[in-house]
């Protein structure tokens, strides 16, 4: 294969010793190629799968994400543990949630943070005790808390004066105590796309911290809330623990302020922590990330002459993300003559155009964010030189780009299966049906079997939410 790289590659991208390989950090830990060059997960071929279920097709491997679950958690108690205290880890269902998911990181001695009422109704559905999970929401409805109040949620987070009376109110008329978490904006700023960071004053969530405290003393007011703590999110895609520092240290001070007037048991530092999408990317090691945060809460609580709160964590990506693939069928291909940017010559190079059966509706992160991925011919292996390709969506929008920039052999073509890593997180629960296109289905692997997690939708199921189309289901005019 060549090695030399392409005019129109981004800066970050090297051209791959061999386009066939599955870089590890990038690929769920089962991920391999069989001798036929076929890709499998979980023991399970891409073709099979795609003959199966059809594409595009989210397929997650199982073990990955449980392995991912136990780690974290492993790494987060017994780096507390060594400092004196403890931590909780809950899941964070928005990267993606299904009963099943639920039920695997449930399983592992994860909690379930969830952001509405519907992600409650799956956690439960998924068997999630209750008490293990978290609802966070910046415009929570009065009913989602009503029904997080009734079904016994562990923890509430208050985001803005509005909900307190709202859960206060919730609680009195259950006849229950509800325990609660204050959001905060610590004013760190993660080094992330502008979209993701959630920790810079002027944005919707959370309070500013000079406000915390008038927060908390309404809160304490009122019979029915219990006060656990301070949480605060910093951002998403987080490499390093330097943010988490920064964050922690303004955290805890204002949680010394608050404990001269009452208990603080807890302190949640959010999550965030990032994944491989590209070789380009390097993560920190959850356990590297789970030491460094835990010296940085011991050194503050000991200069502060505080207690050791128990520390919470909501990490969701970390854990899902690398678990996911998506495969897509290779439709159409074209060679687009571009113009070198900056090259006042005007020469030209070919970008390679090819087109999948799926796109923005299915991940819309690189339209939102950008985002880059990578991608492998998961049907067969080739020794072809390789080619810069850029794999475009089916959706009528220029900017349906599902990966700007990988190499894959030269001689990829219509009817190839593509396979995409690193989408199990935002992929799925960010999916649309833009241009009435169905969301496609989710299947687990694991153990060389596959089983459908959600199934996918068909045009009958677009059809059937049109008022205009005669439906013989009940209610249906």
């Known amino acids: 294969m060549t090695s030399v790289a392409h005019p129109l590659a981004p800066g970050w991208l090297s051209v791959p010793v061999d386009a066939n390989d599955l870089a590890p950090a990038v690929w769920p830990s089962s991920a391999s190629r069989d001798q036929r060059g076929v890709v499998s997960i979980g023991g399970v071929p891409a073709t099979d799968l795609a003959a199966q279920f059809g594409t595009p097709l989210y397929v997650v491997d199982e073990e990955h994400v449980r392995s991912r679950a136990r780690e974290t958690l492993a790494a987060f108690s017994s780096q507390f543990e060594r400092i004196g205290t403890r931590a909780k880890v809950y899941y964070a ?19 379930v943070d969830v952001c509405s009422g519907g992600e409650l109704a799956v956690a439960l559905a998924g068997g999630v005790d209750a008490a293990r999970i978290g609802m966070h929401g910046n415009n929570k409805s009065v009913e989602e808390i009503e029904r997080a109040v009734a079904a016994g949620v562990g923890t509430i987070v208050i985001d803005s004066e509005i909900e307190i009376d709202r859960v206060a109110d919730a609680a009195s008329r259950s ?53 656990l703590g301070l949480h605060c999110h910093i951002g998403s895609q987080i490499f390093g623990a330097d943010g988490f520092a920064e964050s922690a240290a303004r955290l805890l001070s204002l949680h010394a302020t608050l404990l001269e007037d009452g208990p603080v048991p807890e302190l949640n530092l959010g999550g965030g922590f990032g994944i491989a999408y590209t070789t380009a990317d390097d993560p920190t090691p959850i356990a590297e990330l789970a030491a460094s945060i835990a010296d940085i809460v011991a050194t503050e609580c000991a200069r502060l002459d505080i207690a050791l709160p128990v520390v919470a964590f909501e990490p969701g990506r970390s854990i899902v993300g690398g678990a996911g693939v998506t495969l897509y069928t290779v439709g159409t291909i074209k060679d687009v003559d571009v113009t070198l940017p900056g090259d006042e010559s005007g020469a030209t190079a070919l970008r390679r155009y090819v087109s999948v059966d799926g796109g923005m509706s299915d991940n819309a992160r690189p339209a939102l964010y950008g985002a880059d991925y990578s991608v492998r011919i998961a049907s067969r292996a080739s020794a072809a030189d390789t080619a810069l390709v850029r794999i475009a969506g089916k959706h009528c929008e220029s900017g349906d780009i599902v990966v700007y920039a990988d190499y894959l052999p030269g001689d990829v073509a219509p009817g190839d299966l593509l396979a995409v890593p690193a989408t199990g997180a935002y992929c799925w629960a960010l999916a649309s049906n833009y241009n009435i296109v169905g969301r496609p289905p989710v299947v687990a692997v694991a153990n ?30």
């Open 175 to 227: 006849g229950k105590i509800q325990a609660v978490r204050l959001r905060v904006n610590s004013g760190v700023h993660a080094h992330t796309h502008d979209f993701l960071a959630t920790a810079h004053e002027d944005q919707k969530f959370g309070f500013p911290l000079e406000r915390a405290e008038a927060a908390v003393r309404t809160i304490r007011s009122h019979a029915s809330l219990m006060f």
């Open 93 to 111: 269902g928005k990267a993606f949630l299904s009963t099943a998911v639920a039920g695997w990181v449930s399983d592992e001695g994860l909690g």
């Open 448 to 477: 060389g079997e596959a089983r459908l997690l959600i199934r996918g939708e068909t045009e009958h199921d677009l059809l059937a939410r049109d008022t205009g189309v005669a439906s013989d289901e009940p209610g249906a005019s």
